[in-house]
């Protein structure tokens, strides 16, 4: 029993490692093969039960990214994870937004574009869920906070840095760690 094979848990995964044609953001191909690690790590190594695990990758844009969390926020009793891989991205007032396919990069059309957080912490903050943990793998995650009291937050770059997604690598940098830990455990 690992504390995420209870009915009550929620896993929302989602990577944006694409993007439309013209977009300032560029590709980022580990993304892809990073969520799908991740995903057999959390119901193999970590007990998810498949039903209870939302996958998306590359969400057209906000809104059906915000809907697949509203839905797991609402349904979590016990654990809500939710797990973002991909670019996170600034508007003018230096507020964090999730990347998704229709993100075209910072401008004043980004909330069309990519998810503000702080539509995330909106709402995490009725979530019933005894705890609530958000990863971030993308720029500037340490903009983020944690979204309510019994919560955490994981935060692969500090608020000013870029999350590494080394060139020709299988996965990125931070989630990389997570997978190897998972699957081999921590020495």
């Keep these: 029993m690992s504390g995420l094979d209870g009915e009550g848990v ?4 989602v990577g ?3 993007h439309t044609p013209g977009s300032s953001l560029p590709d980022v191909a580990a993304v892809a093969g ?3 690690a991740l995903r057999g790590c959390f119901v193999e190594a970590c007990g998810v039960r498949e039903q209870n695990l939302t996958y998306l990758l590359d969400p057209e844009g906000p809104q059906l990214l915000l809907g697949k969390v509203i839905a797991a926020a609402s349904a979590a009793s016990d654990v809500l ?20 396919r229709a993100t ?32 971030l793998d993308c720029c500037y995650s ?4 944690v979204p ?16 590494l997604a080394p ?16 699957r081999g455990g921590i020495a």
């Design 148 to 163: 309510v009291p019994t919560g955490a937050l994981l935060a692969s770059a500090d608020r000013d840095e870029q999350a």
């Design 34 to 36: 990073t969520v799908e």
């Design 142 to 145: 340490a903009r983020a906070h």
């Design 16 to 18: 944006t490692g694409t």
């Design 167 to 182: 060139v020709g690598e299988q996965y990125t940098a931070f989630s990389g760690e997570l997978i190897a830990a998972l």
């Design 104 to 135: 075209v990069g910072p401008s004043g059309e980004l909330s069309f574009e990519a998810l503000a957080y702080s539509e995330i912490v909106n709402t995490l903050s009725s979530c019933r869920a005894r705890l609530v943990v958000v990863a």
């Design 81 to 100: 994870l939710l797990y973002y891989v991909g670019h996170g991205v600034l508007n003018v007032s230096g507020n964090l937004h999730l990347a998704t």
């Design 10 to 13: 929620r896993v929302v995964l």
